[in-house]
C-alpha cells in the first residue's frame, strides 16, 4: 500500500468513529482531500485508492491539475478565496464554491453560470473568529446573506463553511463549530429552504473529529492524507 492509500484507511476509521460516537452516519460525512500544492502524481494516488473528493485553494494550480487528472474524475470542490475576475474559471472546473462571502461575488458567480448554462453550487463562507486577515462575511450578516443568494437563478446554495483560527487542541476549535450549526438553525427559522443550508463544511486535518460531532457533512483534510506541504 501507498502511504496515501494508508493515510485514507485512517481517516476513514476515524471517520466512522467520530460518526459512531455521536450517532451519526458516516455515508452522510463527505471526506474531502485537500491537495494545493501538491502533485498530479499523488492526487492520483488518491482516486486510486477510492477519493471521490478533491479541493483546491488557488484557482490557475487547480485549472492546471484538473485539466491533466480530468474534471469528471472527482468532484472538484473549491476553498480559496475566490475574486470576481476568476469566477468564470471556478465556475468552469468546480462542482460546489465553498468560498462565497458577499453578494457582488455571488452575483458574478451567476452571471458566469448563466453563459454557460450551469447552476453552479455554493457554500457560504462565515469569518467564524472573527479574523481580520480571513475571508468569509460575519455571523450577523448570514440571514440577510443567504436569502440574497437564494434568488440568483444560476446558483444553489448547498450551505456553510467555515475555517475557524487555528489551535492545537482540536478541542479549542469546537465552539466554532457550534457557532456554524447555530447560524444554520437561524437561517431555517428565517424561512431558507433546508436544502440550501444541507451542507457544514467544516474541521481540517487536526479537528475533523470534532467537526463531525458538530454536525460537519464536508470535512476537508489536506496534510493528514497528504503530507506537509513544506
Ligand atoms: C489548506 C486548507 C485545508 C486543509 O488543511 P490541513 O490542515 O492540511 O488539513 C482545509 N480548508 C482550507 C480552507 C484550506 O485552505
Known sequence: MTTIQDNLTIIRKQIDAAAAACGRNPADITLVGVSKKHSVEKMRQAIDAGLTDLGENYIQEAVDKIEAIGKTEACWHFIGHLQSNKARFAVQYFDLIHTV??????????????????????????????????????????????????????????????????????????????????????????????????????????????????????????????????
Do not use: W
Open 101 to 230: 462571502d458577499k453578494v457582488k461575488l455571488a452575483k458574478e458567480i451567476d452571471k458566469q453560470a448563466k453563459k454557460i448554462n450551469k447552476c453552479q453550487k455554493i457554500l457560504l463562507q462565515v469569518n467564524i473568529g472573527e479574523e481580520d486577515t480571513k475571508s468569509g462575511a460575519d455571523a450577523e450578516q448570514m440571514v440577510d446573506l443567504a436569502r440574497a443568494v437564494t434568488e440568483f437563478e444560476h446558483l444553489k446554495l448547498q450551505g456553510l463553511m467555515c475555517m475557524p483560527p487555528y489551535f492545537d487542541d482540536p478541542e479549542a476549535a469546537r465552539p466554532y463549530f457550534q457557532h456554524l450549526a447555530q447560524i444554520r438553525e437561524k437561517i431555517l427559522d428565517a424561512g431558507v429552504d433546508a436544502d440550501a443550508v444541507r451542507h457544514l463544511s467544516m474541521g481540517m486535518s487536526h479537528d475533523f473529529a470534532a467537526a463531525i460531532q458538530e454536525g460537519a457533512t464536508l470535512v476537508r483534510v489536506g496534510t493528514a492524507i497528504f503530507g506537509s506541504r513544506s
